[in-house]
């Protein structure tokens, strides 16, 4: 009856092991298409030389789709660049402008991702994938 006893306990702790090899690689895949909705947003925002509405909303839909969250529970940083009229990029060329932050544009996602084996081991079920994007923007300063 130990036996038995020990080898359930043993059991259930090899299937939380073994189970969590396809959950990492369903977590790689999602955070695979996430990284590519990111960059598409951020090529647009580079266009336009800000993250507009349409374009976070956008963004919220097709991460909220892809991951099967509500769209609320996605967060968008504050220091997100909305503004249209901050962010150009000089036609000019100055070899001291390196370190100009004119031209940067910043984003900052926090996505929630659930975890199945993680209550097992008594932790929070959801963790949150954070990506920050900071891109120079290629919309021209008029002048």
Do not use: H, W
């Amino acid at each position: 009856m130990k036996q038995l006893i020990v080898l359930t306990a043993v059991f259930i702790l090899l299937m939380a092991i073994i189970l969590q090899i396809p959950l990492e690689m369903l977590n790689y895949e999602r955070k695979e298409a996430i990284e590519y909705i990111i960059n598409n947003a951020k090529e647009k925002a580079k266009q336009d030389g800000y993250y507009s509405e349409d374009n976070l909303n956008d963004l919220r839909e097709k991460i909220a789709r892809k991951m099967g969250v509500n769209i609320d529970e996605i967060i968008i940083g504050v220091m997100t660049t909305r503004y249209p009229d901050i962010k150009y990029r000089p036609n000019v060329y100055d070899r001291f402008s390196e370190y100009d932050n004119r031209s940067i544009i910043y984003l900052r996602v926090s996505i929630p991702f659930k975890k199945l084996i993680v209550p097992f081991f008594g932790q929070n079920d959801t963790r949150y994938y954070v990506v920050e994007k900071i891109a120079t923007s290629e919309r021209l300063e008029n002048r």
